[in-house]
């Protein structure tokens, strides 16, 4: 083999090598920003964001898969950003992508009913609920739209199903007070508030 020849096959052996080095460093990367976007409520907000958008950039999932850093992303600028627009962008990604998306549509739902749209929330949580028989969070935030507009007995039946889907759900005992107070049911108002605080 010329010297020419035993240099070039050299400079690919190293490339290859240099290629192989790097690639367990991207993936590092790529599983830390994962983590980031699907365990969200360990990291701050802007690494939630960012694991997020890496996801759905990355073009390595599609579909209903798709929906979930899309959904997250929404409740991270919803809660965390205040950013309503963009929630509201990301949620109506989620549910274009899978529109049995139970999730999705709660988020949406609590995003409308942070700007104080009854209308929209309460339509969002309604899809939700049927999606997701279970699911408690939706309930009860059905029943908080409900307490905002003063229909006081559908929020005591909608927090009464998100205690009896999950026993230990302070919010919901703590809401479901709320709604006892401001009935004028000072006895059953009282013995949610002290069960939210046993809870928390």
Request: glycine fraction near 4%; charge should be positive.
């Amino acid at each position: 083999m010329s010297k020419r020849g035993w240099l070039v096959e050299r400079a690919g052996v190293w490339a290859c090598v240099a290629v192989a080095m790097a690639v367990p460093a991207a993936q590092a990367q790529t599983r830390e920003q994962i983590d980031w976007c699907y365990k969200g409520a360990q990291f701050p907000a802007d690494r939630v964001i960012e694991g997020c958008t890496a996801v759905i950039e990355a073009g390595r999932i599609s579909g209903k898969d798709l929906a979930t850093p899309y959904y997250v992303r929404c409740e991270i600028y919803r809660r965390r950003k205040r950013d309503y627009q963009q929630a509201l962008r990301d949620c109506d990604a989620a549910i274009r992508l899978d529109p049995r998306n139970a999730k999705a549509f709660n988020n949406r739902g609590i995003v409308y009913r942070d700007l104080r749209d009854w209308d929209r929330a309460l339509a969002d949580l309604n899809e939700a609920i049927p999606l997701d028989p279970k699911f408690s969070f939706a309930f009860n935030n059905r029943g908080n739209v409900y307490l905002d507009t003063k229909d006081y007995d559908r929020a005591i039946a909608d927090f009464s199903t998100a205690i009896r889907l999950d026993r230990r759900y302070a919010n919901a005992f703590y809401n479901r007070g709320l709604a006892y107070e401001a009935k004028g049911d000072a006895a059953r108002a009282r013995a949610d508030f002290s069960q939210a605080v046993k809870l928390r």
